[in-house]
T-cell receptor, first 113, second 112 residues
């Protein structure tokens, strides 16, 4: 059974204090790993897709990396508007090309001014 | 390009009733997936439709069903509602084949 574990569950940082969020996964043949950001009462907002170990992607203050067993979301010099829940999800090969993501429980990030 | 839309945004029902939720995908997307989000279980996959066919189903009882129309719009139905069905129901669309899924704002269902 595919599993995704995110840590820490919650993280409180001061504005400008860089840190990393972790996503560990066990899946038979990773098809893709996805990072989303979710604000309270809203749907998840897509951030990154990673497909193979060693891949890295960046967007503003965020950088996502992938190894064979885990992914990291690095946040550099965060601002209060970066406060949100960050979700990691994996997609495994399914018959007939079917889709379906397995999500972790998320990391609730608070950036204090 | 318009994003994924879901209607209604909020819904209050009582136990035993049934409910139908609607999702309109991004133009050109043929895959629609549905998810249930609760504080305790997080985001859980319900089912996925592609070209009007259900291709994949999560571990939910048969009370949860769905369908997709020829224009890729999708509906999800929950029959005989239980208190535990209270959740945020999210729809996501993609081109299919493992492509990135884009989520709608969700429908908040409260069962009393």
């Amino acid at each position: 059974e595919d599993q995704v574990t995110q840590s820490p569950e919650a993280l409180r940082l001061q504005e400008g204090e860089s840190s990393s969020l972790n996503c560990s996964y066990t899946v038979s043949g990773l098809r893709g790993l996805f990072w989303y950001r979710q604000d309270p009462g809203k749907g998840p907002e897509f951030l990154f897709t990673l497909y193979s170990a060693g891949e890295e992607k960046e967007k503003e203050r965020l950088k996502a990396t992938l190894t064979k067993k885990e992914s990291f979301l690095h946040i550099t010099a965060p601002k209060p508007e970066d406060s949100a829940t960050y979700l990691c999800a994996v997609q495994a090969p399914l018959g007939g090309g079917a889709d379906g993501l397995t999500f972790g429980k998320g990391t609730h990030l608070i950036i204090q001014p | 390009k318009a994003g994924v839309t879901q209607t209604p945004r909020y819904l209050i029902k009582t136990r035993g009733q049934q409910v139908t939720l609607s999702c309109s995908p991004i133009s050109g997307h043929r895959s629609v997936s549905w998810y249930q989000q609760t504080p305790g279980q997080g985001l859980q996959f319900l089912f996925e439709y592609f070209s009007e066919t259900q291709r994949n189903k999560g571990n939910f009882p048969g009370r949860f069903s769905g369908r997709q129309f020829s224009n890729s719009r999708s509906e999800m139905n929950v029959s005989t509602l239980e208190l535990g069905d209270s959740a945020l129901y999210l729809c996501a669309s993609s081109m299919g084949g493992g492509d990135t899924q884009y989520f709608g704002p969700g429908t908040r269902l409260t069962v009393l």
